[in-house]
C-alpha cells in the first residue's frame, strides 16, 4: 500500500518541537555545567588568588543557571529552524508532489497449534507418622535396683 505525505501540520511540529529540544536542551546545559564546574576547580597560573576565587565563586553561581538557559534557548532556536523545515517542506509537497511511503501489511499466520492436553499434578504423599514405642516393664541398663538403705547410727 503506497501512501503519500502531502502536509506536516505546522502547530503540531512547533509543539513537539519545542518540548523535545527543551528536554534535550537541558540535558545538554546539564553536561556545560559540569564542565563549567570542573573548570572553577582547576587552578590558573593566570589568576592571582582574589580574581580566581571571585571567577570561582562566579562559575558556581553560573552552574546553577547555565541547564536552564541552555535548555530555553536551544528549545528557541531548534523550534525555529524545524518551522523553517516544516514550512519548506508543505511548498515543495504541494508543488513537486509529497513523500511517497510504502507500507506492507502484515499477514498474521492462520495455522494454529494443537492444544496441549492438561496433565495432572501428582498427588503429594506424606510419610506416616512414627509410632511411639510401647513403655518397658525393664529398668533401664545403668540403673540396678537397689535394697532400701537402713540408716545405722551410733
Do not use: H
Not at 32 to 59: G, T, V
Request: hydrophobic content about 50%; glycine content about 4%.
Amino acid at each position: 500500500m503506497k501512501l503519500e505525505l502531502k502536509r506536516i501540520s505546522l502547530w503540531a511540529t512547533i509543539k513537539i518541537s519545542f518540548l523535545i529540544n527543551l528536554v534535550f536542551g537541558f540535558i545538554v546545559g546539564c553536561f556545560y555545567a559540569l564542565l563549567l564546574l570542573m573548570i572553577s576547580s582547576m587552578p590558573s597560573a593566570a589568576f592571582r588568588d582574589s580574581e580566581f576565587d571571585q571567577l570561582s565563586s562566579m562559575f558556581g553561581v553560573l552552574a546553577i543557571f547555565v541547564p536552564f538557559f541552555v535548555a530555553f534557548f536551544a528549545a528557541i532556536i531548534n523550534t525555529i529552524f524545524a518551522f523553517i523545515l516544516v514550512v519548506v517542506y508543505n511548498f515543495s509537497a504541494r508543488t513537486m508532489g509529497g513523500l511517497e511511503l510504502d507500507f506492507a501489511s502484515i499477514i498474521e499466520s492462520t495455522t494454529t497449534l494443537a492444544p496441549i492436553a492438561p496433565v495432572p499434578a501428582p498427588i503429594p504423599t506424606t510419610p506416616p507418622a512414627p509410632q511411639p514405642e510401647p513403655p518397658s516393664t525393664q529398668p533401664p541398663d545403668d540403673q540396678t535396683p537397689t535394697e532400701p538403705s537402713q540408716d545405722y547410727r551410733l
